[in-house]
């Protein structure tokens, strides 16, 4: 079972092909939702009483557990508005209103506890090692972070990031962590700190993979057409440790994360093709492993059968 902890949310996206008011989002949603094509789910958030039975259907349609997603009937749900330029790289945050995700501070239930593989998304550092120290033994503990946190608790993440398997940040998040113009010198640097791997997410470039061992990256799978990149770090990262997830009884070695990294891109290019979540919702797992095979097209990665779960019976 996976764990992972972060916004669930409303967001308000203008991109130059879509826009929407009042979409479901949030960084645990996206997660959750790319993941539950390998495995069981588990989110811990917490929302406001404006998000509805509606909401929560389209995670239990996908088998995700909510049961660690607390409702705050009085409170608002965490609140995102962005807009995107032209080449859909640029982001412009307008507007965030933390709602009732100001005081969160969850205790993980006993089954949530003793999940296989966890992720920390996009949260104050101290308190992603909050809930790191509350889930003892997973297989592979991986954490995510954004500008706020590594320009205000600096120290909190490097030791968060200490406490975890892996790192996964984008191009820019890594250089400014570190303060180095190479991404390779980058990863490095964060190697040092303990986890075994360092993702480095790099939109249209796809994303790299460095261990101890060695380096690998794949580019994004070729589109025409990105409707709205919202999501697509958190549905890269649920692609990718669902894939770890799923391959419960190999050694996470280098060859598994690099087949993991490309089931990450697979989902990805998925998420950006519709607004918010829309895409991913309808996305169907036969879909998913056509592409999945399809990125050995415009690489020369050689893909495995990819090992879905079967959604029909976990739904
Ligand atoms: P990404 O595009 O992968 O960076 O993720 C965007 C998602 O993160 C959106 O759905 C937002 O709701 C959520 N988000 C934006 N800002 C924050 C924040 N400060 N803390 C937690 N989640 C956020």
Request: glycine residues 10%.
């Amino acid at each position: 079972m996976i764990a992972v902890v972060g916004s669930v949310a409303f967001d308000a996206v203008r991109t130059p092909f879509a826009q929407g008011e009042k979409v479901l989002g949030g960084a645990a949603v996206h997660f959750a939702l790319a993941a539950s094509f390998f495995d069981e789910v588990h989110v811990v958030g917490r929302v406001g009483g404006d998000f509805g039975e509606e909401e929560f259907a389209v995670l239990r349609q996908r088998g995700i557990d909510v049961s660690g997603i607390e409702r705050v009937a009085e409170g608002e749900t965490f609140f995102w508005r962005g807009e995107y330029g032209f080449d859909m790289a640029s982001r412009t945050t307008h507007e965030t209103r933390l709602g009732v995700f100001a005081d969160f501070n969850p205790t993980l239930s006993e089954r949530a506890r003793r999940a296989d593989v966890l992720f920390l998304a996009n949260i104050q550092p101290s308190l992603q090692r909050r809930v790191r120290s509350q889930v003892p033994s997973p297989r592979f503990a991986a954490l995510d972070s954004m500008n706020i946190w590594i320009q205000g608790q600096r120290g909190e993440l490097e030791a968060a990031i200490g406490e975890v398997d892996c790192v996964i940040l984008n191009d820019a998040e890594l250089r400014e962590l570190t303060g180095l113009p190479s991404l390779y010198a980058a990863a490095q640097r964060l190697l040092a700190l303990g986890p075994q791997a360092v993702v480095c997410k790099q939109a249209e470039f796809g994303a790299s993979l460095y261990t101890p061992e060695g380096f690998f990256s794949l580019p994004a799978y070729p589109l025409e057409q990105v409707i709205d990149p919202t999501g697509a770090g958190d549905t890269f990262a649920g692609g990718f440790l669902g894939y770890v997830a799923a391959n419960r009884s190999r050694p996470i070695d280098e060859a598994l994360l690099r087949e993991a990294l490309a089931c990450g891109i697979a989902l990805a290019s998925f998420n950006v093709e519709g607004l918010g979540t829309e895409r991913l919702q309808r996305l169907q797992p036969q879909e998913l492993a056509q592409r999945y095979a399809e990125l050995a097209r415009f690489s020369s990665f050689t893909p495995a059968p990819l090992p879905l779960r079967d959604l029909a019976a976990a739904g």
